[in-house]
């Protein structure tokens, strides 16, 4: 039996609307994402209703996140473009947990117009030593021009703070893709 007829013959004996059922289900997680990707196809309709189910949560981030999805401005993490909402970034690699995705937009700055030199270890995340270049140049009242466009990035609903330049190991996993 699919999962669909299940759906329909709980419908059917409980006299609620899809909408409220599944609605239920999911704000319980007694539903997953996956099973609520296959009522709620990008494109295509079910014999349950139509696909309006839960207009905010109609798609759902998958459980694997590959290079190349979208990164929307609410979080959401998807393979195809969606109607109306923002994307913020494009996902360039993932590992079991944590994954790095790129901005839309991009810009050609020097390193350092006043030749800042920033002694900082070889093993630092991109995170880190963007973090180390902008306290440096702070303290020796350099420019860092690249350092702070990544960190102070806030376009497409990414936050000022929360980009920085990627370190030469997470840019091989990137080009990698």
């Not at 994402?33 to 207009?55: M, R, S, Y």
């Not at 109609?58 to 473009?81: H, N, Q, R, S, W």
């Not at 790129?102 to 630092?124: I, K, T």
């Amino acid at each position: 039996m699919k999962k669909i007829d299940i759906l329909n013959s709980a419908l059917a004996e409980s006299g609620l609307t899809a909408e409220a059922v599944v609605k239920s289900w999911y704000e319980d997680n007694q539903i997953s994402a996956e099973f609520l990707q296959q009522l709620c196809p990008v494109g295509g309709k079910t014999t349950f209703q139509d696909v309006n189910l839960i207009p905010s949560k109609k798609f759902v981030t998958p459980k694997k996140i590959e290079p190349g999805m979208f990164y929307y401005a609410d979080g959401l993490i998807f393979p195809e473009l969606i109607k109306d909402n923002q994307v913020s970034a494009i996902v360039g690699c993932v590992d079991k947990n944590h994954g790095l995705a790129l901005g839309l937009r991009e810009a050609m700055l020097p390193w350092s117009s006043d030749w800042l030199c920033v002694d900082m270890s070889s093993g630092l995340s991109g995170k880190e030593a963007t973090s180390l270049i902008l306290k440096t140049a702070k303290e020796r009242h350099k420019k860092a021009e690249a350092a702070e466009w990544c960190a102070e990035y806030a376009f497409d609903g990414i936050k000022a703070g929360a980009g920085f330049m990627p370190s030469k190991e997470e840019l091989k996993r990137i080009f990698g893709n």
